[in-house]
């Protein structure tokens, strides 16, 4: 009996010890490959912004003139000239808008993938977490089974008819149990193989369990919820980021089609003359110049701007889309939450009960010898709701834990 007691401590007190949960999930922050590629791919796209806004490579060009062009001077015998185009003002600041937004929209889908990361290590937590104290509620109730056992094997001693075959009934629902331990073990080593997996954490890690399994809880309506995931969502914002680029896109696409401005110089290296003497013999030349682009086919400027305008479109649908299929997956969840929530409650309240029937049904049995097969189905219904408790809280955790990795 002091074993039932025992149990009923143990799964019917809900405070929350503290748990190694949040090293796990700096580890995986660290180390998990696919977080790593999210990451790379918003440093490449910071990298892009540096790319546009900078202005277009100058040109040099050297000219040697094979017969020289006479001049007043001298004869013309070298040329040099340095050209560097200039885009129509804004142009440049456009281009990094659309770059810079499209780098924000990376690291959104960055925060997104580790919000991704953190809800499978969650999840996998939770359910190795039930799977290590089923095991130790089925050890325990083992535990009550052998105690069993010596009554029933006491009883045939003293000459019971019933006693022998109460005996090879309990031996049959220990090897079950045992066999349950066993399953039970062989799934928590598949969660732990997995759990590791998602760290990418060669070493071993070593695992407190805790003693009392962890509850969570919602505080705020659906309303607030989705409200909550429609601002904070980054796939959401992602996107709107994306939307915004294409915007600044069909500013880049206007401004491309104004005329571009170069600035340069030629410089002539000029020859001094042996024959006669002139004013500024062999003066070397400069010349400034000033160039034009003059954006005539207005077709292709036009194209980019409409281009620039259905993806913005396309994006305004996705996100839509999108904000779709976050309110169902809420909808889901609160659902899955709500209903583990009513079963954990009826399973503490069964489970109480079950207790009470069971020590009944020992002190009966003790005294009388009969009922042995009710007091085993007690037993196996207290199990069951214990068992099923456990469930119950892991479902919630995890609804929970799901609900929070959607903003």
């Known amino acids: 009996m002091k074993n039932l007691r025992v149990l009923c401590f143990l799964f019917f007190c809900f405070e929350v010890n503290a748990q190694p949960l949040a090293d796990f999930l700096k580890i995986a922050a660290a180390h998990n490959p696919s977080l790593k590629a999210k990451f790379k791919m918003y440093e490449a796209a910071l990298e892009k912004v540096n790319q546009v806004g900078a ?9 040697y003139f094979v017969s020289p062009i006479e001049t007043r001077v001298g004869p013309q015998q070298v040329k040099i000239g340095f050209m560097q185009m200039f885009p ?36 996998v937590w939770y359910e190795m977490v039930e799977l290590n104290q089923s095991i130790a509620i089925v050890d325990a109730n083992l535990k009550i089974l052998t105690s069993f056992e010596s009554l029933a094997t006491q009883k045939f001693e003293t000459g019971t008819k019933t006693g022998m075959v109460d005996v090879l009934r309990i031996q049959m629902e220990i090897a079950e149990l045992k066999n349950k ?57 992602s996107l ?107 399973y503490t309240a069964q489970n109480v009960k079950a207790k009470q029937a069971l020590e009944i049904r020992v002190s009966s049995y003790t005294h009388s010898g009969k009922d042995f097969e009710e007091l085993l189905s007690i037993q196996r219904m207290m199990l069951n709701y214990e068992l099923q408790l456990l469930e119950a809280i892991k479902d919630q955790n995890v609804a929970v834990v799901t609900i929070e990795s959607m903003y």
């Open 240 to 346: 709107r980021l994306q939307q915004a680029a294409f915007k600044s896109a069909e500013l880049v696409a206007m401004k491309q089609g104004m005329p571009r401005i170069g600035v340069g110089l030629n410089y002539f290296w000029v020859n001094e003359r042996t024959a006669m003497a002139v004013p500024d013999n062999g003066k070397d030349a400069f010349m400034p110049m000033v160039s034009f682009t003059i954006p005539i086919a207005r077709k292709k400027y036009k194209a980019q701007k409409k281009e620039a305008i259905f993806k913005g479109e396309s994006v305004g649908f996705q996100i839509k889309n999108k904000q779709n299929q976050l309110n169902t997956a809420l909808e889901m969840q609160w659902v899955n939450y709500s209903d583990a929530r009513r079963r954990r409650v009826l």
């Open 55 to 63: 202005l277009p490579d100058p040109t040099l060009d050297f000219g």
């Open 181 to 237: 331990q066993l399953l039970l073990a062989a799934h928590l080593k598949l969660k732990n193989s997995a759990f590791t997996n998602l760290l990418n954490w060669e070493t071993a890690v070593p695992i407190v369990w805790p003693e009392q399994q962890e509850v969570l809880i919602l505080l705020a309506t659906t309303t607030t919820l989705n409200d909550r995931i429609n601002r904070l969502n980054h796939e959401l914002i």
């Open 88 to 123: 129509w003002l804004g142009t440049l600041t456009a281009k990094e808008e659309v770059y810079a937004n499209i780098a924000k929209s990376n690291w959104e889908l960055f925060e997104a993938e580790k919000e991704y990361l953190f809800y499978q290590i969650k999840q």
